[in-house]
C-alpha cells in the first residue's frame, strides 16, 4: 500500500451519516493535526449545490454535532474550505466527467472514495468513477453497511466491485469496529494472560452478547421495513463482536491475521434448520408502551400499515469448532428496549468440587461472570467470591464481589473517540485491520440466510412486546429453560 490519501471523494455527502458522523470525525482528525496538508474532500449528492453553499451546511452540522467546547468557528473553516461540492446522480456520465475534471490536478493515485449511499448504488457508482478515469490500481473504495440482503446479492455487489478493486483496496465498514471498545475486547483477550486459559469450553458455561436501543424507527421506514433486526444488527455488528469474542489468538495485529481467525469462527457457526429456527430464535416486534418514562407508539402504527418485521430478535448459536463446542452464545438485539445498553457476558462453570456447605448450596457459592460493558458506559467487571465477613458458625457465606475496571474513570483525560475517526483514519492511511473482508461478510450472510429461511420454513412469525421491555417472553424462555438467564 502506498502513503496517505490525500483526496476523500465522498458520496451520499448531503445525508445523516455524513452530517453526523462523517464531517465531525473529520474535523476532529483535522484538530489532532491527522490529514494531509494538501487534504481535500470532493463531496458528492444528487441535489445540486454551490460549494459556498454545502460548506455552509456542513459548518451547521458540525456547529450542531460537536461539544461546544471543541467546535471553533475558524477550525470549522479551514476545514470546510478544504471541501468542494459535485452533484453526481449514478449512471449519468457528464456528471461523472464534471467530478473528474475538479480532480484534474490530483493525484489520482492518492484518491479514497467512501459510498455512503444506499447500496444499489455502490457498482454504478464505482462504475462511473472508472469511467471517468478515477480509479487505479492505488484507489481505494470504503461501503457502508449493508452489502447486500442476502448471500447472493452480497456476492453480486463484492463481484461488481472487485471487477473494479483489488480485495486489499476495498474497505467494507462496520462502525462497531471502530469503537473503542470493540476493540479494546481483543486487548482484553491477548494482553492480559488471565483470561485465555479459560477461554473456552472447559470453562465457560456460556456466552451472551445484548445490543439494546431504546429508539425506534427513526423515521427510517423505507431502509428498515422488510428488513429487520436480524439483517440490521445480527448480520453485522453482532457477529463482528461474537467472532472477536471467540476467534482463536491472531499471530499478529495486521489485517490478514486478524481476519483470518474472525472468518474461521464465522464458517464454523452451526446453521439453522427449520426446526432450531422455530427452537431457537425468537422474533419480536414492539407494541407501543413507554421507553425511559417516554410514551411511544408501536412498530406497525409508526410504520401506519401491519408488518412483519422483527424490531427484536434472540438467538441461541453454536460455534462448532474445538474451543467452542457445546457451549451456547445467546444474542439478542432490539429496538425500543428498556435502556441503551450493550454487553457481553461469560457466564464461567462453576467450580469443579465445591469444599464449602453440601456442594455448595446453601453457601451462596455462585459461578463467576465477566461482564463486559461495551455501552453506554466502558467497564469491564468480573465477578469473584468472597467469603462474607462474620464467626460462620454454620456454613461459610459466600457472597459475589465485583472486580470493576470502569476504562471511562480510568482513561478519563483522553477525549473518547467516534468510531469513523478511527474508520476514516485507517482508510486514509490504507490500513484494513478494522474494515469487513469479503469472505467474512459472505460467511456472516451465508449463516444469516440459515435463519431467514429456516424463519420462511417453519412460519416462525413475530410475537408482540411492549415498547420498554426486553422483548417478547419468548426470549426469556429461551435462555431459561438452558436453566441460565439473561444479564441486566
Ligand atoms: C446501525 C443500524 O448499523 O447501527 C441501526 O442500522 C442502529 O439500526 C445502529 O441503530 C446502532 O449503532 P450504535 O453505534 O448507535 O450502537
Request: proline share 4%.
Amino acid at each position: 500500500m502506498i502513503s496517505s490519501c490525500n483526496t476523500l471523494i465522498l458520496f451520499g455527502a448531503t445525508g445523516d451519516l455524513a452530517a453526523r458522523m462523517l464531517f465531525p470525525s473529520l474535523y476532529n482528525l483535522q484538530q489532532d493535526g491527522l490529514l494531509p496538508d494538501d487534504f481535500l474532500v470532493v463531496a458528492s449528492g444528487r441535489s445540486e449545490h454551490a460549494d459556498d453553499e454545502f460548506r455552509a451546511q456542513v459548518d451547521a452540522a458540525l456547529a450542531r454535532t460537536i461539544d461546544a467546547e471543541r467546535y471553533e468557528a475558524e477550525a470549522s473553516k479551514r476545514l470546510t474550505d478544504r471541501i468542494i461540492y459535485s452533484a453526481v446522480e449514478a449512471g449519468n456520465t457528464k456528471q461523472f466527467e464534471a467530478l473528474a475534471q475538479r480532480l484534474a490536478d490530483r493525484d489520482k493515485d492518492r484518491v479514497a472514495v467512501y459510498l455512503s449511499t444506499p447500496p444499489a448504488l455502490f457498482a454504478p457508482t464505482a462504475q462511473g468513477l472508472a469511467d471517468a478515469g478515477l480509479v487505479t490500481p492505488s484507489t481505494r473504495i470504503a461501503m457502508e453497511k449493508p452489502i447486500g440482503h442476502d448471500l447472493a446479492s452480497s456476492r453480486a455487489v463484492n463481484d461488481a466491485i472487485g471487477r473494479l478493486f483489488e480485495e486489499e483496496r476495498i474497505f467494507r465498514v462496520d462502525h462497531y469496529l471502530g469503537k473503542e471498545t470493540v476493540q479494546n475486547l481483543i486487548a482484553l483477550r491477548f494482553a492480559n494472560m488471565l483470561f485465555e486459559p479459560l477461554w473456552n469450553a472447559h470453562a465457560i458455561d456460556h456466552v451472551q452478547i445484548t445490543v439494546g436501543e431504546t429508539v425506534g424507527l427513526e423515521g427510517r421506514v423505507s431502509y428498515y421495513d422488510g428488513v429487520g433486526a436480524l439483517r440490521d444488527m445480527v448480520q453485522n455488528h453482532m457477529l463482528q463482536i461474537l467472532s472477536i469474542i471467540a476467534m482463536e489468538p491472531p499471530a499478529r495485529f495486521d489485517s490478514t491475521a486478524v481476519r483470518d481467525e474472525k472468518v474461521k469462527v464465522l464458517r464454523s457457526l452451526r446453521p439453522f434448520t427449520p426446526e432450531t429456527a422455530k427452537a431457537n430464535s425468537v422474533r419480536g416486534q414492539y407494541a407501543g408502551g413507554a421507553v425511559t418514562g417516554e410514551i411511544v407508539k408501536g412498530y406497525d402504527e409508526e410504520l401506519g400499515k401491519p408488518s412483519d418485521t422483527e424490531t427484536f430478535v434472540a438467538l441461541k448459536a453454536y460455534i462448532d469448532n474445538w474451543r467452542w463446542a457445546g457451549v451456547p452464545f445467546y444474542l439478542r438485539t432490539g429496538k425500543r428496549m428498556p435502556a441503551r445498553h450493550s454487553e457481553i457476558i461469560i457466564r464461567f462453570k462453576p467450580v469443579a468440587h465445591s469444599i464449602f456447605g453440601n456442594r455448595g448450596l446453601g453457601t451462596g457459592l455462585e459461578p463467576n461472570t465477566l461482564v463486559i460493558r461495551l455501552q453506554p458506559q466502558e467497564n469491564i467487571r468480573l465477578s469473584i467470591m468472597a467469603k462474607e465477613p462474620g464467626l460462620d458458625r454454620g456454613n461459610v457465606k459466600l457472597r459475589e464481589v465485583g472486580l470493576d475496571v470502569s476504562l471511562a474513570t480510568a482513561f478519563a483525560a483522553q477525549r473518547r473517540r467516534i468510531a469513523y475517526e478511527r474508520l476514516l483514519l485507517d482508510l486514509i492511511e490504507g490500513d484494513a485491520t478494522l474494515f469487513v473482508r469479503r469472505d467474512e461478510v459472505e460467511a456472516q450472510w451465508q449463516w444469516i440466510d440459515s435463519i431467514i429461511s429456516g424463519w420462511q420454513q417453519a412460519e416462525v412469525k413475530v410475537a408482540g412486546y411492549a415498547a420498554g421491555n426486553w422483548g417478547p417472553s419468548s426470549a426469556i424462555a429461551l435462555i431459561e429453560r438452558d436453566g441460565a438467564s439473561w444479564h441486566e
